[in-house]
């Protein structure tokens, strides 16, 4: 089973400023990795796709990097509908498919 | 509207079942894989099952396998889970979420979740 850690667990950022996520595979993924956006009390939201594919309707502030064992996620601005929680997913090899442990991103 | 709307979560007893359904429409549910996926209060995301087009090719994760069984009605589009022999760790938010595209395990729609809690 992939193992996908997430750091850091927490992003305690003003609106306006950058964000940097990371994601970390306990083996390469390729370029197979997704990240998903969660508000409290909704679903997922897939934002990016095969580690920098924006998802329709996405806003173009946000953006993915990276492949093998290490992703980014970036949030150039943050608008204050940003504050959330983000997942990291792998699908190279499965089952399992496999999230990590999310980092929340929040208001300072 | 393209949606997905899962119903059936409920409280029910350690060792009993449940039924869960998701109600697709707005697009070709027929041509579209499916999972199910949940989350338990204040954790993260869990991947639990996996359903192609025909339902040829099914998937589980090791902790429900045995004891949950996806399906689906294309005829009706709905997608389902049997759960069987639920265990208080099965307490969670289930997701119907659609595959991003034929046998990929990425989602790019999801359902609100219905609420399952096991308890005594």
């Known amino acids: 089973e992939i193992v996908l850690t997430q750091s850091p667990a927490t992003l305690s950022l003003s609106p306006g400023e950058r964000a940097t996520l990371s994601c970390r595979a306990s083996q390469s993924v390729s370029s197979y990795l997704a990240w998903y956006q969660q508000k409290p009390g909704q679903a997922p939201r897939l934002l990016i796709y095969?580690?920098?594919n924006r998802a329709t309707g996405i806003p173009a502030r946000f953006s993915g990097s990276g492949s093998g064992t290490d992703f980014t996620l970036t949030i150039s601005s943050l608008e204050p509908e940003d504050f959330a929680v983000y997942y990291c997913?792998?699908?190279?090899?499965?089952?399992?498919?496999?999230f990590g442990g999310g980092t929340k991103v929040e208001i300072k | 509207e393209v949606q997905l709307v899962e119903s059936g979560g409920d409280l029910v007893q350690p060792g009993g079942s449940l039924r869960l359904s998701c109600a697709a429409s707005?697009?070709?549910?027929?041509?579209?894989?499916m999972h199910w996926v949940r989350q338990a209060p204040g954790k993260g995301l869990e991947w639990i099952s996996y359903i192609s087009t025909s339902s040829t090719t099914i998937h589980y994760a090791d902790s429900v396998k045995g004891r949950f069984t996806i399906s689906r009605d294309n005829a009706k589009n709905s997608l389902y889970l049997q759960m069987n022999s639920l265990r208080d760790e099965d307490t969670a938010v289930y997701y119907c979420?659609?595959?991003?595209?034929?046998?990929?395990?990425?989602?790019?729609?999801w359902g609100r979740g219905t609420l399952v809690t096991v308890s005594s």
């Open positions: 707005g697009f070709t549910f027929s041509t579209y894989c």
């Open positions: 095969d580690a920098s």
């Open positions: 997913q792998q699908r190279l090899s499965w089952p399992p498919l496999t």
């Open positions: 979420a659609r595959a991003v595209a034929q046998g990929r395990g990425d989602f790019d729609l």
